[in-house]
C-alpha cells in the first residue's frame, strides 16, 4: 500500500480470449484514501521509529489512555488505547495512530 500511495499511475493489462484490454489510471490524490483503507484493515502505513511509537504511547497515558508501559511496540494495549482516544475526539476507531489521529493530537507530519 506504501509503493501504491507513491504511485503517479498504473497500469493493468487483462487478455482475454486473444483480446488485449490495457487501462491506465492517474493516481493524484490517492493518498487519503489509501489511508483510509488503510487504517480501516488496522494497517499503519506511516513509517515511525521505535522512538515515534514510545511517544504516541506517553502522549495517550498522559492522556489518560493506558497504554502500558512505553515500550516503543504496538501492540494490543497501545492499539486500544488509540481506539479509545479516537472514539472520544470523534475520529474514525482505527487502533492505529494514522495519519488524522497523529495531526489531531499536534504531531506535525513531514512528507512522506
Known amino acids: 500500500m506504501r509503493r501504491l500511495m507513491e504511485a503517479q ?3 493493468f493489462r487483462i487478455e482475454d480470449g ?7 489510471f492517474d493516481l493524484a490524490g490517492i493518498q ?6 488503510a487504517g480501516a484493515c488496522g494497517f499503519i502505513l506511516l513509517q ?3 522512538n515515534d511509537y514510545r511517544a504516541i504511547q506517553t502522549m495517550l497515558n498522559a492522556a489518560g ?6 515500550d516503543g511496540v ?3 494495549g497501545s492499539a ?4 479509545e482516544w479516537q ?3 470523534g475520529l474514525p476507531a482505527t487502533s492505529a495512530p494514522d495519519r488524522i489521529s497523529l495531526e489531531a493530537m499536534g504531531i506535525t507530519l513531514a512528507a512522506e
Open 9 to 11: 499511475r498504473v497500469f
Open 80 to 83: 486500544r488505547a488509540m481506539r
Open 65 to 70: 489512555f493506558d497504554t502500558g508501559a512505553p
Open 48 to 50: 515511525r521509529t521505535r
Open 18 to 24: 486473444g483480446q488485449r484490454y490495457d487501462a491506465s
Open 87 to 89: 472514539e472520544k475526539n
Open 74 to 76: 504496538w501492540g494490543s
Open 32 to 37: 487519503p484514501v489509501v489511508e483510509a483503507v
